[in-house]
């Protein structure tokens, strides 16, 4: 038999197998291969294995398999909180961060990602084509979680959630095998990858649609903090009358005074609107009108690229300790912007409370969509504060409560498992139909459970 604790993990057996590298606890190196991008994660597997090729992947899950063990795919990181949440001692944390090739072909519009890739490596090259992958908002998320998990991108509104953009994915079956699923090839395997997850296989390649972008307009208006529930009040009515072609946020943003943040922000607290236009100036000008007839401080819009916007949200430059959670809203009503400002305060915990504007494509099924073929809600609420010690986690973990709680009446109680940071039961981010057909298509590609998620589909018993 062989051993599954990590005391007795014949880890050189694996380490003989693999370009790439294969670290248990005792190694020298062991803290920094198992640290999360999310620095407030402590993550605790059996092994951590970091690939270099595809047939280091297909060597890691016959390893695993044969031994009883799991494995758990992690891009960066980013959303390690809910898989760190429960143990992690039968698992191999399989880091794809080795695995970054990325190829644009501005012919066909389709880039070609290697599972480590981050989104800052395929907006770059692909923007320089004049093309616009469905990116995020951070440069460093990884490009094959958040599609997988759905991808609510600056495009959103005008082309969908990205998983709907994946012309193809390679993955590692729990057999060992390598294959690559499409519309004509594997498709319920492909249907599932598309919004439900890591739970299917480990993704080794992804191919994305790309959009050519003529004009593009973005940037912020930011405004004193003090207005919060004037200004998001004037920013819900206005997302009433804005076409798909512009997809904008509304956020109270608490900076701390680091150096890395502009010196006109850091430490300074605003309420803040957020949009990229798909058009040129003079039509952002008319539309933005209603926003700077408000006054804002700061107006920093201006003829943009695709790869701009990656610095649109001023997400963190490198990782950090963060806590967060959200959801999504069906209706927004001046009373609930209202509690949610009253606890947003200057004396919250909290960075960020910011309310994404979904609708558009979002709400529209696109043919031969994934599992996650829509978000039908209105608005997407993400909050997040800086968690540098258990203590600090403590206390945005109860300000985060106090968002909720603020909200909880208009919540839709259905989630965004993107911007959902907690083990929560997954059956509430998908329809039912579509909940069913993930579990068939778990049973039927992994029955015996071998890839573990952050959000977990469990296979049929
Ligand atoms: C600063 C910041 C900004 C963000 N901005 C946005 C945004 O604008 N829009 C949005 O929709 N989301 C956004 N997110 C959420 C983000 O999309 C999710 O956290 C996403 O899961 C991150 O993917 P990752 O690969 O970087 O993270 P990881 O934690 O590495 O991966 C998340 C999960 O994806 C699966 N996975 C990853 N790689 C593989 C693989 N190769 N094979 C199989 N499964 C895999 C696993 O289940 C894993 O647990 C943001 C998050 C942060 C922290």
Known sequence: MYSTTSAGLDAGTLREQLMGAVTVPGDAGWDAARQAWNLAVDQRPVAVAEPETVA???????FARERGLRVAAQGTGHAASALAEASLHDTI??????????????????????????????????????????????HDVGVVGYCLGGGLSWL?????????????VQVVTADGRVVVADAHHDADLFWALRGGGGNFGIVTAIELELYPVDELYAGMLAFPVERAAEILRAWREWVRTVPDEATSVGRILHLPPFEEIPAPLRGRSFVVVEMAYLGDEAAASELLAPLRALHPVMDTFAAATPADLLALHMDPPSPVPGVGDGTLLDVLPGEALDALVAVSGADTPLLSVELRHLGGALARPRAGAGALATLEEDFALFAVGIAPHPEAAAAVKAALDAVAGAVCEWDAGRRYLNFTESAVDTRRAYSAPA?????AVKTLVDPDNLFRANHPIAPID
Do not use: C, F
Not at 156 to 168: C, D, E, I, P
């Open 435 to 439: 909940y069913r057909r993930l579990r």
């Open 156 to 168: 959103a509104r005008k082309h969908g959630l990205a998983a709907n953009s994946v012309a193809a």
């Open 93 to 138: 944390l399989l880091k794809t961060h080795r695995m970054r090739v990325v190829e644009i072909d501005p012919d066909s519009r389709r880039a070609r990602a290697q599972a480590g890739a981050l989104w800052a490596d395929v907006v770059g090259p692909a923007s320089e084509h004049g093309l616009a992958a469905l990116a995020g908002s951070s």
């Open 56 to 62: 280091d992947v297909v060597a890691v899950v016959n």
